[in-house]
Structures are given as C-alpha cells and as structure tokens.
C-alpha cells in the first residue's frame, strides 16, 4: 500500500505557545483563555449539585431562564471557590483509598464517590464592542468527561466523551462591550478508560474571533504527491463558511483566496490565489481545492523533521481571514514484506504505549513537561508513540512533529453508528495534517468482538470510513489474540507475540502488513531488586525466572522478534512512562503500573539502557543492579550489563569474573556475591578497550542537586539527584527534599519583587507515593516537602519571571 500525505498541524502556536494569544489575521484571533477560571466540587445528587436543575424551569426546558440558580446562572455566587489555572485535573490531589477503582489507581472518584466525582469551572470573560461583527466560538481541546457548557445562563450543549475537542458558537449569547460567564461542568463517575482519567478541564481552552466569512475550523486538508520526475506537487483543500445574516449586502460577488508555502528557514517556495465565488448568507458553505508547485522541498523525516508553513489568506471583499498551518512533507508505505517504509526507505518503529498523565499534575500536564516526556523517551532511541487509547492532546502532536517522532493515532470506543464515528471524524478532521501520524487506530483489545464475526464486520466497516475522511493513511486495529478484526484492517496490531500467533498468520495471510502494537517490557519499580510487594513495589519481570518462557530478559524477548523478521513494521512496548491506574499485577497500596521504561516522573529504568543499546548508535555500557544493597550481604547475586559493546569485561571488588561477547539485541550477565565496595565493567570494540563504567557502594546522603530538565513557557521540570559528601549519587537514598520559593531581591534597591511561582505538581516515581500537601499559598514563602525515591524527586512549577528557588535535604 502506498500512501503519501502532508500533514497539517493546526498552528505553530501549538508548537511553540510562546504566546497564548495569537492573531490570526487583522480581523481573527485565536486567544487562549486559561487563566482565572473558578473552581468548586459538585454532587451527583441533584439536590446537592448547587441544585443544577432543580428549578422549575431548568436549563433545558427554557434558554437561559431567570429562574435559573445553579452556577450557569450569570448572579451565582462564587467567592468561596477555588481560583485554578487550565489545563486542571480535580482528582490529582484527591486522597487515595482501598477500595477505590483498582483500574483508576485508586483515586477517591467514581460512582463510590459522589461527593468528588464532578467539578464545576466558572470565568468571566470580558469581549469588546469591536468584536460585535465577528463569529465568536470557544473551543475546549479536552474535558473529562461528560461535560455540559453555558455561557451566560444559555446551555450549549455536552460532550459524552473526555477526549474529543469541542467547539460552541456563542456569538449570539455574547454581551459586546460587557462581562460574560462561562460556566462548564465534568462529571467523572463514568469511566471512559481502564486506567487513570483525571477529572476536569485538562487541556486548553480558546476563545476563537474570525470574520463572518471565514476557512471552516477544521476542514483544510494538505496531501503531498512527490511526482516520479519533475516538480512535486503540494495539495490544498477545504471549505469557506458565509455566517452573515441574510439581510446583509455581499461587498462583492467575488471572493479571493490565497495560499503561500514557506520552507522551514522562512523563505517563501510556492504561492497561488483563486477565485470564489459568493455563497449564500446564513449558515451556508463552500468546498474549494489548490495546487501549489514548490520550487525546493526538503522531506519531513524522523532526522530531519523539516517544517513548513502554509498560510492561507481569506478575502471576500469586507473583511480577510487568515490561517496558518504548520506541516510537513512524507512518503508513507507499509509493505507485507519490507515492513514500514518511510521516504522509500525501511524504518523500523521503535515505539512505546503512553497514556497521559504524569506525576504531581495527573492528566492536566503543562505542555512543558509533555515536550519532556517526549525529549526523554527519544534519549533512548524512541522514534514512535502510539496513543494509548485515546484521541491526543494537540501539543503532544505539534511536539511529535518538531521531533520527529511517529505516531499511532486511536480512537477511544469500537462501534460504526454516529457516536463512534463521530469521535473518529473529530479525531480525523483535527489531526489529519500531522506528519508524525502515520496510523489511525479505530480499536484496542475488544475481547467481546475478536472472536466472531462481529469483530471483522465492524472493523471492515470502519475502514471504508476511516478512508472517505482520510484517503491518504492507512487504518489499523490492535488485537489481543482474537484473529476477527485484523482480517479487513489496512495494518494488522498484534498485541503480544505470546498473544497472538504471529508466525502462523504470515503463513495464512503472506501479504498481510503488520506490527507489534504492544509488547512487553518487563519493568518493575525503578532501583528495587528485591520484591517489596506489600508495599506496592516489585523487582523487574526481567530478572525473574518464569516457567512458562525460558526467554528470561522479556523486553530482549519482544525486539528480537521484530527486528529479525523484516516484514514486521516494528513494536510499541508497553509503556514508555509508568502510568496512574492498572498497578497489576500488584494491588493496594500500589496504585500505578510498573511497566514503564521511564518512571512517573522520567527517571529511567535500567531497561530503558537496553533499548538505548539497541536503538542507537551511542555507546552504553550500563550495569546493575546499583551495589548499595544494605541487607543481603553473602547472597549471591546477579550482575546484568546492557551495552552495545563487541565485548564486557566485568570486575567485583578487584576481582575479574571474564570477558564476554555480547550477542546482537541481547545482554550479559555474572553471578557473584554481594560485599560492598566496586563493580567496573569494560567495553570492547574491534579488540580494543572503549569504554570504562563502574558502580560502588556510596555514603549517605547529604545533598540534593536540581537540574532543569525542560523549561518552557514559563514552566520548568526540575529533578532532583541525592549525592552523597564525595558527590556520588546514591541509588537508595529516600531522604525528604524541600523547595522553598518566594520572593526575589531587587539587587539595585533592595526591595522584595513577588515572583508568582507556583508548584503544579510534585513526584519520585514510587508507584507508592501518596502525593504533595500543598498548603496555603499567600505573599510569604511557601515550601514543599516530599521524600524523594531511590536517589530522585522531581518539581514541577510555574516561574514566570525564572526566580531562583532552593532545593535541599531535610530531616
């Protein structure tokens, strides 16, 4: 199959949101409002939901009735809510319990909890005179779940699911030249997923101002045909909406639309205008389509992910409006026998499972720390991300496309009436233009349906409409073992290889393509070696023996597979980073899965070296486990390496134990009895020494050193390492670290200049860790405390102004 596209990313703002508030054009806007919003806990009982309609004449049987009192009502009392900042999570901080949801982490929401299961946002919004002849719209990237909108007492309309993007018109509602109230409700007692959902509004809200002629939000589409000789072709296509009333006179008969294409140094490579012709006034739109002949064209690629900037210039004679689109050029193919090629060329996909929550924020993550977690997966040779089971949050894509990191793009729910495809539409019509996305998903391990026919029906029917919305990609769907529904699927997801019998269907299906949409990685809690299972850790599956496999190390077991069989598109292993929810095999008082490459917070585990052994051409030599095992002195114990090297030499305490090759994909070991003191290990290429790793029992510890892993738009990720007084860092230290922040020094007068930092969330990567107290804030310094794990911890704050902040050990 040989599919070529462009992608389209929605805006170079996502990319970069150096600045929330962003013009579109002299009459659009598109501003981000996620400042100032209010915050309270509902009911699921009416009664005690503020009395959400319990009026007699509720919100739904009459528009914005002066009856109304609940929190949608514009004279609502808020005062004593709580002032929170978007992109918000209202379950993060919430207390745990056992016998909470076991799949949700065990949060204290859900149906068990009617008291902490919905969360009402209130924000007034101010919108000028000026805008009075524009369309005004708010669009809500992601509320979970179950959401219902007002603004200004007048009801909207919901959305069932927490994923999808929603877009109101509220330009009748509006009080021009006056105050408005958004008032937004989420309802979390439903859950969506099998894992950690978070509650609230998690991603970003904008306020979008266009002329009433305007591009239809959503609906340009960008396809790339490279031509076999002469020059390549770049694609454009779309729709104009004509939202002006019916009695307003047309300026012009016609309209002009612009489109211009700049390569990524800025330098403008192809531009074309056409004529439209007037639509009708009054809700009515028109399609139109282009052909633009850049003079140069550099292929986006995952070394070189080369952006360009399509910007798209509406004219109609009263008013322009403009777009702009950030995307890339790419040859996709998957091939039954040479697996994924990229640019007419074979590309194994070296991909990890992620879902979207992280330490200290839960599923209202920062983009800054979102474009971390991408940054640390791709030290390790990462190259792509399937989303993991859900449509993405946009700057997770623009950033996928910066990095040049591929993505498996899914759907939340099987199903082809208009609620599922809805979702697949909303999901397709948004990110359909991202390079990085070279896959729609359309299921995940639908146990009920993969072992009849009902599984193949479905799928085969979503795939003829998974094409009509998106001619250019492929669809696939991941399976669980049950052969139904990758028979019609475009790419075949095998989710396990001890799952699914991969081998026999090459034999009955030869021109099947296909890939490993999940395998294991064997993980366990980052520095532990010895089960602790009580206390919600585990040592890695990797290191423990297991009947039923005599492959013992489980995440060579996986890659070898893929990568000896060229036919095999590659594997995404479960998971990149360790996730809230799912703690299996564990129980409480874990509350998180265990199986990331990358704990919580992206401190890696000793499996991520494996990967980085195998995924890149860097040299490692990584030894473990870490030689500060305080209590098993005189047991025997196993020593791995993970290296690249052509061959390991190992030496314990002065004593050499050999040198070993290193078989391709694979790793070493020694077996050896623990005394404290030194591991070195040696690598050897071609014969010759290269490289010298050693690990050695250390001293307690006595400092904490930050490092600002990431910092963007204000935010900043900082990790903290323990080192003990010779600045080795200890590998077992749990000591309590501090950050303290306040005010800062004006060193020319003296006085006191407030910083405005706040700490959006804390973490170790102990899938034990119960969270951050988070006291009252106020003009005074504030602190926080919390134990860090295994030599780490991790802050991540809002500093505007890059104040300085302290960090320490505290007892």
Known sequence: ?????????????????????????????????????????????????????????????????????????????????????????????????????HSHGYKTVGYKYPATSVGWYRKHLPINASDSLKRISLTFDGIFRDSRVWVNGFYLGG????????????????????????????????????????????????????????????SVAVT???????????????????????????ATEEWSLTASLTDPSGYQVAEKTIALTDIPAAESESAWNLSLSPSSLTEWD??????????????????????????????VEFDPDRGFILNGRPVKLKG??????????????????????????????VNAYRASHNPMTPEVLAACDSLGILVVEENRLLGINDYHVGQLAKMIDRDRNHPSVILWSVGNEEWGVEWNDKGERIVRELRDIAHRLDPTRPMTVATSGGPTPVIPADVAGYNYILQNPVEQHRRDYPQRCAYGSEETSGCGT?????????????????????SKDSCINRI???????????WLAGLFYWTGFDYRGEPNPLEYPATGSEFGLLDYCGFPKDEAFYLKSWWTGEPVLHIFPHWNLSGHEGEEIDLWVYSNMDEVELIVNGKNLGRKPMARNGHLSWKTVYKPGRVEARGYRNGKRVMTEQIETTGKAVRAIPEYAYSHDGVQVINVSLVDSKGRFVPDACNPVTISFGEQNNSTDETLTPCGIRLLGAGNGDPAFRGVERPATGTTPSSFTIPAFNGHAQFIISNPHACPVKIELTD
Not at 305 to 310: F, G, K, R
């Open 1 to 101: 199959m040989q599919l070529t596209h462009t992608y389209i990313p929605t805006m170079k703002r996502y990319l970069i949101l150096a600045c929330l508030t962003c013009a579109l054009s002299a009459t659009a806007e598109r501003i981000n409002i996620d400042d100032n919003w209010r915050f309270a806990f509902g009911n699921t009982d009416p009664a005690k939901d503020f009395g959400t309609g319990t009026e007699y004449f509720n919100y739904l049987t009459k528009a914005a009735s002066i009856h109304n009192a609940g929190p949608y009502a514009v004279n609502f009392n808020d005062s004593a809510w709580a002032e929170v900042q978007l992109p918000h999570d209202f379950v993060v901080d919430l207390p745990f319990a056992r016998e909470a949801s």
């Open 224 to 250: 790339y045909n490279p031509a076999s000789a002469g020059t390549p072709t770049v694609n454009v296509s779309g729709r104009v909406s004509n939202k002006l009333h019916s009695s307003t006179p047309a």
């Open 159 to 218: 959305e069932p699911s927490g994923y999808a993007q929603q877009t109101y018109d509220i330009t009748p509602y509006i009080n021009f030249d006056g105050d408005n109230l958004l008032a937004v409700r989420a309802d979390a007692t439903l859950e969506e997923g099998w894992f950690y959902e978070g509650g609230g509004i998690y991603r970003h809200v904008w306020l979008d101002k266009r002329p009433a002629r305007h591009i239809t939000p959503n």
């Open 556 to 566: 060579s077991r996986g890659w070898k597979f893929y990568d000896e069989r060229p």
């Open 526 to 546: 980052r520095g532990i070696y010895f089960d602790d299972r009580e206390n919600g850790r585990m040592a890695s599956l990797n290191r423990i023996p297991d």
């Open 352 to 381: 990890v499972n992620m879902h979207q929550d992280h330490a200290g924020v839960g599923a209202g993550i920062p983009d800054a720390v979102n474009i971390y977690r991408l940054k640390e997966l791709k030290k390790y040779g």
């Open 302 to 331: 995952i070394d070189n992910p080369a952006l360009y900037t399509l910007r798209l210039t509406l004219n109609d004679g009263r008013d322009t409006d403009s777009e702009e689109i950030v995307t890339g050029f790419r040859r």
